[in-house]
């Protein structure tokens, strides 16, 4: 179709995100899935009523919120964190242990300090391979391990942009009237994932 040009005294990007996949050998197999939002619980439901042996990637909320879940649906679940804590943004050690007993309580497996090295199988998942050389038998993995701005826009147009969206306490880009925020934003060398 043709090109249509508005003139503006004021534009606000609001581009959002799309759900990471760690670029690891295997991550493209059958059975591997991203959860980021509501929509994506119906996956969840369907990977809980299969029983499946699931593993989460990420010990961040989206990951604790997929692994607890699947959890309660009786779905033997395996939740991996490349940190040495639960949450580490937003916990103390202390609390980030504490979590970890309650989460583990409620049947989630918790490995820390694991970095996925690859996603084994033929055509679809049979297990996960961390770095230490350890595995993990699996038929699904769920990404949960944020997120990748949605920056296209703002780099055709010349804006400064590091992993967001560059923008200041009042939320301005690089360039004048032209504002960013959610989380296609980066401030203050910061990304947020904001789950509604």
Do not use: W
Not at 95 to 112: H, I, M, S, W, Y
Not at 115 to 138: C, K, Q
Not at 168 to 193: K, M, P, Q, V, W
């Amino acid at each position: 179709a043709g090109e249509e040009s508005m003139e503006f005294s004021k534009l606000v990007l609001a581009t959002g995100s799309t759900p990471l996949r760690l670029n690891v050998p295997g991550g493209d197999l059958q059975g591997v899935h991203t959860f980021r939002d509501t929509r994506d619980v119906d996956l969840l439901l369907s990977l809980a009523a299969a029983k499946k042996r699931v593993v989460v990637i990420g010990g961040g909320l989206l990951g604790l919120e997929a692994a607890y879940g699947l959890a309660k649906a009786g779905t033997p679940v395996t939740l991996l964190h490349l940190m040495d804590r639960l949450m580490e943004r937003q916990l103390d050690a202390p609390a980030a242990d504490l979590l970890k007993t309650l989460v583990e309580r409620k049947g989630v497996k918790v490995l820390l300090s694991a970095n996925t090295a690859r996603i084994h199988g033929n055509s679809r998942v049979e297990g996960v391979e961390l770095a230490d050389g350890r595995m993990i038998e699996a038929e699904a993995v769920v990404f949960a391990a944020g997120i990748r701005p949605n920056t296209a826009l703002a780099k055709d147009a010349g804006l400064s942009v590091n992993r967001g969206v560059v923008v200041d306490d009042h939320l301005r880009t690089s360039a004048d009237n032209i504002f960013a925020l959610g989380e296609c934003a980066e401030h203050r060398g910061i990304a947020y994932g904001l789950v509604e």
